[in-house]
Protein backbone atom coordinates (compact mmCIF):
# COMPACT_ATOMS: atom_id res chain seq x y z
CA UNK A 1 0.00 0.00 0.00
CA UNK A 2 1.74 3.14 -1.32
CA UNK A 3 -0.24 5.90 0.30
CA UNK A 4 1.31 8.23 2.49
CA UNK A 5 0.67 10.60 5.19
CA UNK A 6 1.82 14.17 4.96
CA UNK A 7 1.09 16.44 7.70
CA UNK A 8 3.88 19.35 8.56
CA UNK A 9 5.68 18.29 11.21
CA UNK A 10 6.45 21.93 12.18
CA UNK A 11 4.49 25.44 11.50
CA UNK A 12 8.25 26.83 10.85
CA UNK A 13 8.26 25.42 7.49
CA UNK A 14 5.45 27.90 6.51
CA UNK A 15 7.13 31.04 8.45
CA UNK A 16 10.49 29.66 6.37
CA UNK A 17 9.08 30.03 2.97
CA UNK A 18 6.76 32.89 4.03
CA UNK A 19 9.70 34.73 5.21
CA UNK A 20 11.68 33.64 2.06
CA UNK A 21 8.95 34.92 -0.21
CA UNK A 22 8.95 38.70 1.31
CA UNK A 23 13.04 38.69 1.46
CA UNK A 24 14.01 37.33 -1.88
CA UNK A 25 12.96 39.95 -4.25
CA UNK A 26 15.06 40.77 -6.75
CA UNK A 27 14.89 44.40 -6.47
CA UNK A 28 13.26 44.78 -2.78
CA UNK A 29 16.70 46.05 -1.67
CA UNK A 30 17.52 48.72 -4.49
CA UNK A 31 13.63 50.09 -4.36
CA UNK A 32 13.53 49.90 -0.41
CA UNK A 33 16.16 53.03 -0.04
CA UNK A 34 14.69 55.29 -2.99
CA UNK A 35 10.94 54.74 -1.12
CA UNK A 36 12.00 55.67 2.11
CA UNK A 37 14.12 59.09 1.05
CA UNK A 38 11.65 60.08 -0.88
CA UNK A 39 7.81 59.84 1.25
CA UNK A 40 9.33 59.64 4.51
CA UNK A 41 13.06 59.91 5.23
CA UNK A 42 12.93 60.19 9.21
CA UNK A 43 10.22 57.74 9.66
CA UNK A 44 9.87 55.84 6.79
CA UNK A 45 7.43 52.97 8.85
CA UNK A 46 4.76 55.02 10.98
CA UNK A 47 2.12 54.45 8.07
CA UNK A 48 3.16 51.54 5.93
CA UNK A 49 -0.38 51.44 4.34
CA UNK A 50 0.87 54.55 2.57
CA UNK A 51 3.66 52.46 0.77
CA UNK A 52 1.06 49.24 -0.63
CA UNK A 53 0.07 49.40 -4.48
CA UNK A 54 -3.29 48.80 -4.72
CA UNK A 55 -4.92 45.43 -4.14
CA UNK A 56 -7.18 43.18 -5.60
CA UNK A 57 -6.89 39.27 -4.74
CA UNK A 58 -5.24 36.66 -2.96
CA UNK A 59 -2.95 33.44 -4.51
CA UNK A 60 -2.69 30.02 -2.39
CA UNK A 61 -0.37 27.16 -2.69
CA UNK A 62 -2.08 24.62 -0.40
CA UNK A 63 -1.57 21.08 0.74
CA UNK A 64 -2.84 18.25 3.13
CA UNK A 65 -4.01 15.22 4.00
CA UNK A 66 -7.05 13.84 1.94
CA UNK A 67 -9.30 10.69 1.94
CA UNK A 68 -12.39 10.89 -0.60
CA UNK A 69 -15.89 9.82 1.10
CA UNK A 70 -15.84 7.26 -1.51
CA UNK A 71 -16.87 4.66 1.28
CA UNK A 72 -20.36 7.16 2.83
CA UNK A 73 -22.21 5.50 -0.12
CA UNK A 74 -22.11 1.89 1.25
CA UNK A 75 -23.64 0.82 3.91
CA UNK A 76 -21.66 -2.62 4.52
CA UNK A 77 -19.03 -2.64 2.08
CA UNK A 78 -15.38 -0.48 2.18
CA UNK A 79 -14.37 -0.61 -1.25
CA UNK A 80 -12.03 2.43 -1.21
CA UNK A 81 -10.80 0.75 2.72
CA UNK A 82 -10.20 -2.32 1.56
CA UNK A 83 -7.58 -1.64 -1.87
CA UNK A 84 -6.38 1.89 -0.16
CA UNK A 85 -6.44 1.51 3.47
CA UNK A 86 -6.96 4.24 5.78
CA UNK A 87 -4.28 6.64 5.93
CA UNK A 88 -4.90 9.75 4.09
CA UNK A 89 -2.71 10.78 0.92
CA UNK A 90 -1.43 14.38 0.36
CA UNK A 91 -3.52 16.72 -2.41
CA UNK A 92 -1.64 19.67 -3.83
CA UNK A 93 -3.74 22.52 -5.09
CA UNK A 94 -3.93 26.27 -5.70
CA UNK A 95 -6.64 29.20 -5.42
CA UNK A 96 -6.91 32.48 -6.52
CA UNK A 97 -9.61 35.17 -5.18
CA UNK A 98 -10.49 38.58 -6.49
CA UNK A 99 -11.54 41.23 -3.47
CA UNK A 100 -14.36 42.58 -5.32
CA UNK A 101 -15.52 44.45 -2.47
CA UNK A 102 -14.10 45.72 0.72
CA UNK A 103 -16.52 46.22 3.51
CA UNK A 104 -15.19 49.34 5.92
CA UNK A 105 -13.93 47.85 9.10
CA UNK A 106 -14.62 44.63 8.38
CA UNK A 107 -13.43 43.00 5.53
CA UNK A 108 -12.74 41.79 1.61
CA UNK A 109 -15.64 40.65 -0.30
CA UNK A 110 -15.68 38.52 -3.36
CA UNK A 111 -15.38 34.84 -5.61
CA UNK A 112 -12.56 32.56 -5.84
CA UNK A 113 -11.62 29.49 -7.31
CA UNK A 114 -9.40 26.60 -6.34
CA UNK A 115 -8.27 23.17 -8.04
CA UNK A 116 -6.60 20.26 -6.61
CA UNK A 117 -4.93 16.85 -7.23
CA UNK A 118 -4.74 13.49 -5.22
CA UNK A 119 -3.72 10.41 -6.28
CA UNK A 120 -3.46 7.21 -4.35
CA UNK A 121 -2.44 3.58 -5.13
CA UNK A 122 -2.95 0.00 -3.41
CA UNK A 123 -3.48 -3.81 -4.11
CA UNK A 124 -6.62 -4.99 -4.03
CA UNK A 125 -7.97 -8.33 -2.33
CA UNK A 126 -9.76 -11.47 -4.41
CA UNK A 127 -12.90 -11.29 -4.47
CA UNK A 128 -13.96 -14.83 -3.15
CA UNK A 129 -17.37 -15.31 -1.86
CA UNK A 130 -17.06 -16.65 1.63
CA UNK A 131 -13.81 -15.49 2.58
CA UNK A 132 -13.27 -14.15 5.63
CA UNK A 133 -10.03 -12.73 5.02
CA UNK A 134 -8.76 -12.54 1.76
CA UNK A 135 -4.98 -12.16 0.20
CA UNK A 136 -3.89 -9.48 -1.34
CA UNK A 137 -4.09 -9.85 -5.44
CA UNK A 138 -1.34 -9.04 -7.67
CA UNK A 139 -3.02 -6.32 -9.71
CA UNK A 140 -2.14 -2.60 -8.71
CA UNK A 141 -5.37 -0.53 -8.67
CA UNK A 142 -4.91 3.40 -8.16
CA UNK A 143 -7.07 6.54 -8.07
CA UNK A 144 -7.08 9.86 -8.70
CA UNK A 145 -9.66 12.60 -8.02
CA UNK A 146 -9.25 16.34 -9.05
CA UNK A 147 -11.35 18.64 -6.65
CA UNK A 148 -12.41 22.02 -7.85
CA UNK A 149 -14.93 24.53 -6.48
CA UNK A 150 -16.21 28.08 -7.28
CA UNK A 151 -16.87 30.08 -3.48
CA UNK A 152 -17.43 32.98 -1.95
CA UNK A 153 -14.77 34.13 0.43
CA UNK A 154 -14.79 36.74 3.13
CA UNK A 155 -11.38 37.77 4.71
CA UNK A 156 -11.78 39.69 7.94
CA UNK A 157 -8.51 41.85 7.78
CA UNK A 158 -9.35 44.40 10.04
CA UNK A 159 -7.44 42.92 12.78
CA UNK A 160 -4.42 43.38 10.72
CA UNK A 161 -4.99 45.84 9.04
CA UNK A 162 -6.76 48.56 11.91
CA UNK A 163 -5.24 46.75 15.47
CA UNK A 164 -1.80 45.41 14.74
CA UNK A 165 -2.64 42.26 15.27
CA UNK A 166 -1.36 39.56 12.77
CA UNK A 167 -4.24 37.31 12.04
CA UNK A 168 -6.82 37.28 9.37
CA UNK A 169 -9.25 34.97 10.16
CA UNK A 170 -11.77 34.04 6.59
CA UNK A 171 -14.77 32.00 5.58
CA UNK A 172 -15.45 30.87 2.31
CA UNK A 173 -18.21 28.53 0.82
CA UNK A 174 -19.95 27.83 -2.59
CA UNK A 175 -20.32 25.16 -5.50
CA UNK A 176 -17.77 22.16 -5.44
CA UNK A 177 -17.37 19.43 -8.62
CA UNK A 178 -14.73 16.79 -8.82
CA UNK A 179 -12.98 14.53 -11.76
CA UNK A 180 -12.08 11.26 -10.62
CA UNK A 181 -11.03 7.83 -12.34
CA UNK A 182 -10.17 4.54 -10.85
CA UNK A 183 -7.57 2.32 -12.31
CA UNK A 184 -6.65 -1.63 -12.50
CA UNK A 185 -3.57 -2.88 -13.80
CA UNK A 186 -3.05 -0.02 -15.56
CA UNK A 187 -6.28 0.08 -17.05
CA UNK A 188 -9.59 2.05 -16.40
CA UNK A 189 -11.64 -0.03 -13.90
CA UNK A 190 -14.70 -1.53 -14.65
CA UNK A 191 -18.08 -2.02 -12.21
CA UNK A 192 -20.87 -3.96 -13.69
CA UNK A 193 -19.52 -3.58 -16.99
CA UNK A 194 -19.47 0.56 -16.66
CA UNK A 195 -15.99 2.04 -16.70
CA UNK A 196 -15.25 3.51 -13.47
CA UNK A 197 -14.92 7.43 -14.32
CA UNK A 198 -16.76 10.43 -14.60
CA UNK A 199 -17.27 13.44 -11.99
CA UNK A 200 -19.80 14.28 -9.12
CA UNK A 201 -20.62 17.90 -7.95
CA UNK A 202 -22.22 19.06 -4.45
CA UNK A 203 -21.08 21.82 -1.92
CA UNK A 204 -18.29 22.89 0.52
CA UNK A 205 -17.14 25.13 3.00
CA UNK A 206 -13.46 26.46 4.54
CA UNK A 207 -12.67 28.30 7.63
CA UNK A 208 -9.76 29.31 8.18
CA UNK A 209 -6.89 31.79 10.07
CA UNK A 210 -4.05 33.76 8.00
CA UNK A 211 -1.01 34.56 9.91
CA UNK A 212 0.85 37.95 8.52
CA UNK A 213 4.46 37.48 7.86
CA UNK A 214 4.69 41.31 6.88
CA UNK A 215 5.58 42.60 10.55
CA UNK A 216 8.44 40.24 10.44
CA UNK A 217 10.50 41.95 8.06
CA UNK A 218 8.52 45.48 7.33
CA UNK A 219 11.00 47.08 5.51
CA UNK A 220 11.32 44.37 2.90
CA UNK A 221 7.97 43.83 2.66
CA UNK A 222 7.53 47.29 1.54
CA UNK A 223 10.55 46.89 -0.69
CA UNK A 224 8.60 43.70 -2.04
CA UNK A 225 5.21 45.89 -2.80
CA UNK A 226 7.70 48.36 -4.65
CA UNK A 227 9.18 45.90 -7.09
CA UNK A 228 6.50 43.35 -7.69
CA UNK A 229 3.23 44.40 -6.41
CA UNK A 230 2.80 42.38 -4.01
CA UNK A 231 0.97 43.24 -0.89
CA UNK A 232 1.30 41.14 1.92
CA UNK A 233 2.78 37.35 2.35
CA UNK A 234 0.85 34.96 4.78
CA UNK A 235 1.06 31.30 6.20
CA UNK A 236 -2.57 29.69 6.95
CA UNK A 237 -4.13 26.79 8.27
CA UNK A 238 -7.75 25.86 7.41
CA UNK A 239 -10.43 23.06 7.62
CA UNK A 240 -11.99 22.24 4.20
CA UNK A 241 -15.38 20.29 4.29
CA UNK A 242 -16.89 19.07 0.82
CA UNK A 243 -19.79 16.79 0.25
CA UNK A 244 -19.64 16.08 -3.43
CA UNK A 245 -21.69 13.11 -4.21
CA UNK A 246 -24.15 14.63 -7.39
CA UNK A 247 -26.73 15.65 -4.44
CA UNK A 248 -26.77 11.76 -3.63
CA UNK A 249 -26.53 10.33 -6.95
CA UNK A 250 -22.99 10.10 -7.95
CA UNK A 251 -19.77 8.55 -6.17
CA UNK A 252 -19.05 10.50 -3.28
CA UNK A 253 -15.56 12.47 -3.77
CA UNK A 254 -15.97 14.95 -1.07
CA UNK A 255 -13.91 15.26 2.31
CA UNK A 256 -13.62 16.81 5.52
CA UNK A 257 -9.65 17.73 6.43
CA UNK A 258 -7.18 20.26 6.69
CA UNK A 259 -4.69 22.24 4.38
CA UNK A 260 -2.29 24.76 5.21
CA UNK A 261 0.03 26.58 2.78
CA UNK A 262 1.21 30.08 1.55
CA UNK A 263 -0.68 32.92 0.44
CA UNK A 264 0.50 36.29 -1.47
CA UNK A 265 -1.95 39.41 -1.77
CA UNK A 266 -1.00 41.67 -4.42
Same mark, same amino acid.
Given at each position: ??? /??????????????????????????????????????? *? =?????????????? !?????? @???????????? +???????????? =????????? *??? $???????????PGV???????????????????????????????????????????????????????????? @?????????????????????????????LQY????????? =???????? @?? *?????? +??????????????????? @??? /??? $?????? !?ALE?
Amino acid at each position: MLA /TLFIPRSPRLFIAVGSALISLTPLASAHQEDSFSTHAPH *D =PLSDPNAYRSPQYG !VFEFRM @GPYIPNIDDEFS +NDTPYEDVFGTK =PSVTFGVEL *DYQ $ALRIPYLGTLGPGVGWHWFYNSGVAPFDEAGEPNPKPSAHKNSIWVMPMYAVAVFRADVLSRELNIPLVPYVKG @GFAWSLWQSQDAGKISRVDGEKATGWSYGLQYQLGIMFHLN =PIAPQTAI @GM *DNASGV +NNAYIFAEWWASKVDSFGS @GIS /TGA $ATWVAG !VALEF
